[in-house]
């Protein structure tokens, strides 16, 4: 194995553990991760795990990074190729709701936001970068849909995008407890009421 | 010590334990709840604990009751004393968001919400039944509103009560995350859009 391969394996064997980490840290969070759980998934010995990460920490913050990834591919990317207004607004939503339902069984992100909320530390900075940089986005979006006259002049963007995570966030809980047919009704609702009903 | 205060001083160490459990529950959640901790805090054994609750389950359930009954008395209670009508449904919103700054920094019913809503068994079940009962009554007291004549006869207050709900939710991700101020000022405009301006 040449210097190219041996980089390439390494950077495989690092995503593979990090998949299986995402997938943990849905059912039990960030904090219940258990690196010697994790590490029999992937048939590795513990410090194997932690030769590609160097602590559980690292670990932590790389599965948060993860899953910011895959939530901005899933939910921004396809979007974007809309042109800017109330259309890429209302496909973000309905991105942002599919991902609620594909992971209403335990997302990792939102369970992050509870669990480091309250707590100081590298996680939690990152909890708090990575949330506030998607409020942002999300209060783009919906300026954009302002500039585009879709939305009324005297629109508070950032009071429709904090909105909307009002109405994902209840999405998510209503989904879990009582089942996501009537939950994304509601939660549908919602934007209309705040967008104007759907076209 | 006769029977009468043998049984009364059961009760208040029942109280002493369920107190401590609430408190060590609000940071890490009924899952998280550590028996040996709980004990060590209460100056008992393990099987003192358990001599007063069945067992673990039979504790978070109490817990949980426990955190349902003070969320009434603090949310509702003082509300109700209020005539039927938009000033009650005001006051209950009002005191909710008082109970989020309050537990900012954790509340057991909310965690317990996240923990027990893609699992099955009593604790699930106790959750779901708090949650739903809770949501009815909320609607309950938007129908007043609606009946007094101060909220519109095409009112659906089912959707009002979800959508306050939605906003109780994204004040306490908000205040945790990034500050009580700005978050209860958008939770506060949320409310106005729903109910009207605040008088």
């Not at 302002?146 to 109405?167: M, N, R, W």
């Not at 879990?176 to 047919?181: K, P, V």
Request: hydrophobic share 45%; net charge negative; aromatic share 8%.
């Amino acid at each position: 194995m040449n210097a190219q391969q041996a980089a390439s394996k390494g950077e495989s064997t690092r995503e593979l553990i990090l998949d299986s980490a995402y997938e943990l840290a849905r059912g039990d969070g960030l904090e219940g991760l258990s690196i010697g759980l994790l590490a029999k998934q992937v048939g590795m010995s513990k410090s194997g795990v932690f030769a590609h990460f160097g602590s559980r920490e690292d670990l932590q913050l790389a599965v948060l990074e993860a899953g910011r990834r895959r939530f901005l591919d899933q939910v921004l990317a396809p979007a974007v190729k809309l042109p800017r207004g109330l259309a890429r607004l209302r496909a973000v939503v309905h991105n942002w709701f599919e991902w609620v339902h594909h992971y209403e069984s335990g997302c990792v992100l939102l369970a992050a936001a509870s669990e480091y909320d309250g707590k100081n530390g590298a996680l939690h900075d990152a909890v708090v970068y990575q949330q506030a940089g998607w409020r942002e986005s999300m209060t783009r979006t919906v300026g954009y849909a302002i500039a585009s006259g879709e939305l009324p002049a005297s629109t508070d963007a950032e009071q429709v995008a904090f909105e909307i995570h009002a109405l994902a966030l209840a999405l998510h809980q209503d989904a879990g407890l009582f089942g996501y047919e009537g939950a994304i009704r509601r939660a549908r609702l919602g934007i209309d009421r705040l967008l104007g009903p759907a076209p």
